[in-house]
């Protein structure tokens, strides 16, 4: 006779612990490490997406709000890119591979990029510097800097309740 007892909803606490489930030991838990390393996956997108962005508006001539464009579309672009790939890689379709990217990936991308573009729009002369000039990299990478620090609980939050990249991280 079988125990149907046994069965239950989803893994326990400790089976979702063992295999390295991003909540870790409990249902509203994620550890700082999860959460960082979420958002360097991401930001990693974002950074090479708005790079190439700002460098193809800037090299053309193009004015700011054109190149502002171009540089999230493409960070959204490669954001997405990142966490399709690894979950296509996993074996997931590509509909189900679109979801799973949109799912884990849009909030922390768009946080990151209205920070990031925020930053660049607050410092005096980015937005007019050109791609040798010193102002126009920092701006852009403490931009960064300040994106990751702000998306980081935010991604910690979410991962704890099951959203954002732990969505991903279960096609892993």
Do not use: Q
């Not at 326990?12 to 249902?27: F, L, N």
């Not at 004015?63 to 490669?78: E, G, K, R």
């Not at 050109?130 to 994106?147: E, K, N, P, R, S």
């Amino acid at each position: 006779m079988r125990d149907h007892t046994a069965h239950h909803a989803g893994p326990t606490a400790g089976e979702r612990a063992a295999h390295g489930s991003p909540t870790g030991p409990g249902p509203g838990r994620a550890s700082w490490g999860t959460a960082a390393r979420a958002t360097a996956h991401c930001l990693t997108g974002c950074a090479i997406g708005e790079i190439l962005g700002m460098v193809i508006g800037t090299a053309l001539a193009w004015h700011n709000a054109p190149t502002m464009i171009l540089a999230v579309a493409l960070a959204f672009l490669f954001g997405y890119s990142f966490t399709l790939y690894a979950v296509r890689g996993a074996g997931l379709g590509l509909k189900a591979a679109v979801r799973v990217a949109l799912a884990a990936d849009t909030v922390s991308i768009a946080l990151m990029e209205t920070v990031d573009n925020a930053i660049i729009a607050l410092v005096p002369g980015a937005l007019d510097a050109h791609l040798t000039d010193a102002l126009f990299w920092y701006a852009l990478l403490g931009g960064f800097a300040v994106a990751f620090v702000v998306t980081t609980p935010v991604n910690k939050w979410l991962i704890g309740r099951g959203k954002g990249h732990a969505v991903a991280h279960a096609h892993h």
